[in-house]
């Protein structure tokens, strides 16, 4: 058998290669080039495995290319498992692209049921974290979750993100590989490990712990802010007391409520991130509206919209969010904005955020890191970086509260 | 980088401590730039994501598309070129013809799921007691539409593929166990409330599951 051994070696595919390639995806054609390999290495393994002659495995041929080439974008370094197990890691693949499929016509409940493994798998990473001796904020407030709680916080973190993902109109790469299995990316649900981890211990472990509640209300503050400042004129004192009347108000109501989800927790879960669930409330007072219209100065009267804010919140205390349709849309209507304002940035400060956010679907890459590779200094790179930002806040100003914010609110 | 800064990337990161996570807050609250430059970084983080995601997205739809519909090129050939290409077509419709089910696999076996699953140790009366944790082996179920068993099984290097003529089988599997024998190094599956199955490792072909899920 020796004789032929090069035969086989030449039908097994070059992965090492496509990994190296993956890591140097810098703009449209060579990503094209990178999606174009990935297909011709995998395409006779995924054929044998999902006949392409059937044309209902059309979509889900298309699903697992694409993830596989996120998965590929963010091996580790030092990962030799997918190079040894491809097959065994293109087979969780599919089975999790299955999944992925079927999201859109299932509740999150459902969806997060479906799948234990990748629940096991945020469960895991919880454990990681409460063993893990790091002094961070988080590390602390998982390490009080108790053993019991660990399978519920990573069944409502799951269920976090997958109300999130049916509501995102774009398509993204969920999965990676990390520790030899196939897993929910942890930069895209690690805003929702965190929080859930945070209300869970509110709730039971520890009550005085509501810092992730101060961090959804900043949000909320700024979101208000947004909508009601002119950024031409200095605010009114009363337009500020306005806003912070209702911050107020809502932490008021949502710390009320707090004491029903504790005695009662299956009848309430956060489908969302806190501050969109909080913003929800304040869509539906009437003081936004007042502050929208300029009408602050005077008392509320009984008929003036919107509907009274008790009635509101009421809808929100089954865990159906009010309003997140509108919240998508906003989010889209503002990412092309920013996308505007992108365009007026030279190439080289287009290049640089561009590089320096989520360069492989994972975190952002470091000045430091960038400055080899860009050729040029750490400094020169904070400076253009910084001086782009300055210029993309003064675009996205734009002159105060638009037709389309007041429409959305 | 300012200090700013650094505080909105360690939050995105989840490593602020508790005194930096207070520093962030009380800014956050008191601080509207501050607030802008968190909702400009989100942002920024969105945008470019989405953006990368778009144009991967295209480029797989498009090599798909491709592989699909692949266009005939070329330009003005002689007559006879043509002539030997559709005899040579003819030849090579026959051939497919005649072999199409075995070359296409037309409702052949298609994967429809995988798991990793635990194996639990067969005890006896001298290990009774202790943990039973056995390892793991990777569990696969095709849908062979094709086959006449109702269930048929391969077990060869820690991985059980196991063809189903009904995919919707799958999930009767979930009770069943799987059972290593240590000593004589055998896998066995165990339905509920059924005797053990010895699994046979490393044969050419699918063998007979003899329990019905």
């Known amino acids: ?409 | 980088m300012t200090d700013r800064q650094q505080l909105i990337r360690k939050h995105r990161q989840g490593t602020l401590t508790d005194a930096e996570y207070q520093e962030y807050l009380a800014l956050l609250r008191d601080d509207p730039t501050f607030q802008e430059d968190v909702e400009l970084d989100r942002m920024l983080t969105q945008v470019t994501r989405q953006d990368k995601n778009r144009l991967l997205w295209e480029a797989v739809q498009a090599a798909e598309a491709d592989a699909t519909v692949r266009p005939l090129s070329g330009g003005s050939r002689p007559w006879n070129t043509y002539a030997m290409a559709a005899c040579v077509a003819g030849l090579l419709g026959w051939v497919t013809w005649l072999l199409w089910p075995s070359i296409t696999g037309s409702s052949g076996p298609e994967l429809v799921r995988t798991e990793k699953r635990d194996v639990r140790l067969l005890l006896d009366e001298t290990t009774k007691g202790y943990d039973d944790y056995g390892g793991s082996v990777w569990l696969r179920w095709f849908e062979n539409s094709r086959q006449q068993e109702p269930q048929t099984y391969t077990f060869c290097r820690d991985t059980l593929t196991v063809y189903l003529k009904n995919s919707r089988d799958t999930t009767q599997w979930q009770p069943v166990q799987l059972l290593f024998n240590a000593d004589q190094r055998k896998l066995y599956v165990q339905p509920p409330n059924q005797p053990r199955r010895l699994l046979s490792e490393c044969l050419d072909n699918p063998q007979p599951l003899s329990f019905t899920p």
């Open chain 1, 1 to 409: 058998m020796a004789l032929f051994d090069f035969l086989s070696s030449r039908r097994k595919p070059d992965i090492q290669a496509l990994v190296r390639q993956g890591r140097h995806l810098t703009d449209a054609a060579s990503i094209r080039e990178f999606s174009n390999q990935v297909r011709a290495t995998f395409a006779p393994l995924l054929d044998s495995r999902l006949p392409p002659n059937n044309p209902a495995n059309s979509p889900l041929r298309t699903t697992v290319f694409f993830e596989l080439c996120g998965l590929i974008q963010t091996l580790l370094e030092d990962d030799r498992y997918f190079i040894s197990h491809y097959e065994t890691v293109l087979d969780e693949l599919i089975t999790v692209c299955r999944w992925k499929q079927q999201l859109s016509n299932v509740s999150p409940e459902a969806a997060a049921a479906a799948d234990k493994s990748l629940q096991l798998a945020i469960q895991k990473r919880l454990t990681y974290w409460q063993n893990s001796q790091k002094g961070t904020h988080h590390h602390r407030i998982i390490r009080l979750l108790h053993p019991d709680d660990l399978p519920i916080v990573a069944r409502r973190t799951l269920r976090a993100f997958v109300a999130r993902y049916k509501r995102q109109q774009s398509e993204e790469p969920l999965f990676w590989l990390r520790e030899e299995r196939v897993e929910l990316c942890f930069p895209l649900i690690k805003d929702y490990f965190f929080e859930q981890s945070a209300f869970w211990v509110f709730l039971f472990r520890g009550p005085n712990e509501a810092a992730f509640i101060d961090d959804a209300l900043g949000n909320v503050r700024g979101w208000i802010r947004r909508r009601v400042i002119d950024d031409e004129r200095p605010p009114e004192p009363e337009l500020l007391n306005g806003i912070n009347d209702i911050v107020s108000k809502v932490q008021f109501d949502f710390m009320q409520k707090v004491e029903g989800f504790r005695a009662n927790p299956d009848s309430f879960y956060l489908d969302a991130g806190l501050a969109t669930y909080l913003i929800g409330f304040v869509k539906q007072s009437r003081a936004i509206w007042k502050l929208l219209t300029g009408l602050y100065k005077q008392p509320i009267s009984d008929n003036e919209p919107p509907a009274d804010e008790d009635e509101a919140v009421g809808d929100a205390d089954t865990g159906n969010l009010p309003a997140t349709d509108d919240a998508a849309d906003e989010d889209d209507y503002l990412y092309a904005k920013l996308r505007q304002c992108m365009a007026s940035l030279s190439q080289e400060e287009r290049d640089i955020i561009y590089a320096h956010h989520d360069h492989d679907y994972s975190d952002t890459v470091p000045f430091e890191t960038l400055a080899s590779r860009l050729k040029k200094s750490v400094k020169s790179l904070e400076g253009i970086y910084k001086r782009s930002l300055d210029k993309l806040k003064k675009c996205a100003r734009g002159g105060g509260a638009s037709q389309h914010q007041l429409a959305t609110a």
